[in-house]
């Protein structure tokens, strides 16, 4: 992760996501399709997922915005608030995923 003074100038970290886990089902019980995601995004900061076919970027964004369909853990503070998802924060004027 990048240092306070590599971050700009107000190093204000305005989504950080941790331990974040997905188990989802399929034909023979569950899944893992996350395990362990952590990342902190700074304001002004432009965060890119990559990743192969199937190595988990469409899960990442479907657990933080609360539609993953399936079995999640780990902990989302937006603007240093701690929702279970952004889903969660948008009614109380938190977040908006539009």
């Known amino acids: 992760m990048p ?3 590599e971050r700009g100038p107000s190093g204000k970290v305005v989504l950080s996501v941790g331990g974040l886990s ?3 089902p399929d034909r023979h019980g569950w899944r ?3 395990d362990g995601v952590a990342f902190d995004l700074a304001e002004g900061e432009i965060l890119g997922i990559g990743g192969l076919l199937g190595s ?3 899960e990442i964004l479907e657990t933080i915005f609360g539609s993953s369909g399936g079995r999640a853990n780990g902990e989302i503070r937006l603007d240093a ?3 279970k998802s ?3 924060a948008t ?3 938190s ?3 539009w």
């Open 86 to 88: 952004v889903r969660r």
């Open 81 to 83: 608030s701690r929702w």
């Open 56 to 58: 988990g970027r469409t």
């Open 32 to 34: 893992t399709a996350l």
């Open 22 to 24: 997905l188990s989802k």
């Open 3 to 5: 240092s306070q003074e």
């Open 95 to 97: 977040a908006s995923p």
């Open 91 to 93: 009614p109380a004027g």
